[in-house]
């Protein structure tokens, strides 16, 4: 008996380790951001040339930081990012970043002026895309500032949106249809700084239901779960990878 015991024993223990060695499913399909993997690309700032992005098919550059000055009560508008430059290979969206809604006439003419400048090197300017973190219980009031700006853009520029994973919560019908309306794509971001957001994965699901043509946005070394597949969705377009200047840490 006592010997039976102590087989018993040893094949639990024995079975145990391998349990505890083995990698979970999620663990498995998780793998790093690889930018030679994808074709579109955030350009935040001064990145050096790589091999990935003479190969992109799109680049989302930065181009203007629109925030309120409260001492002088005016909105303005400060050029951010590279300076116009010949890219003929690529699709090019021109991004800014707004910290706040209440744009008055001038923000529109300097962007528009500003995707002229790079149409006069000789590029594909596809559209603008603005970058505004807006709270889920204030995305109403946004969606009625991006119908104004989608009325006031010449309409062969396609307007594109940054979006928060919190953003799937949204539930407001009229809210989505003036999305619907104005907006070509939002890009949802998955990561905040240089790091993943954990548990993107049950956001994602939900951001997939709101029949609203999206990418998602990862950061370069960052974490992607292999096994979520929006192949099947009409609305999914694709995969956007926001570039680092360098890794986040000495482990990469």
């Known amino acids: 008996m006592k010997a039976w015991l102590t087989s018993v024993c040893i094949i639990l223990c024995y079975t145990f380790a391998l349990t505890a060695c ?16 994808y074709e579109s690309f955030w350009i935040w700032g001064n990145i050096k040339s790589a091999p990935y992005l003479s190969q992109a098919k799109e680049l989302y550059i930065l181009q203007g930081n629109i925030h309120f000055d409260r001492s002088t009560k005016q909105s303005i508008l400060t050029a951010q990012g590279i300076a116009p430059t010949h890219i003929p290979h690529q699709k090019i969206w021109l991004v800014y970043r707004s910290h706040h809604l209440n744009w008055n006439n001038n923000e529109l003419i300097s962007i528009l ?18 970058d505004f973190d807006a709270k889920t219980q204030n995305l109403h009031d946004y ?15 396609k307007l594109s949106i940054t979006g928060l994973m919190d953003w799937s919560n949204l539930q407001n019908t009229k809210t989505l249809q003036l999305l619907r309306q104005s907006i070509d794509e939002i890009a949802i971001q998955t990561y905040q700084g240089s790091t993943t957001i954990p548990n993107y994965s049950k956001y994602l699901s939900k951001i997939a239901k709101l029949n609203l043509p999206f990418k998602i946005g990862l950061v370069q ?20 990878v926001f570039l680092l200047r360098e890794p986040p840490n000495s482990n990469y």
Do not use: C
């Open 113 to 130: 002026k500003r995707v002229k400048r790079w149409e006069n090197m000789g590029n594909r300017i596809e559209g603008i895309q603005i």
């Open 221 to 240: 070394y960052g974490q992607w779960d292999r096994s979520i597949d929006f192949t099947n969705n009409p609305h999914f377009k694709g995969y956007i």
């Open 143 to 157: 969606a009625v500032f991006l119908t104004q700006l989608r009325s006031q853009l010449p309409r062969k520029y």
């Open 22 to 37: 083995k990698p979970s499913q999620s663990a498995q399909a998780s793998e790093s951001i690889n930018a030679n993997n």
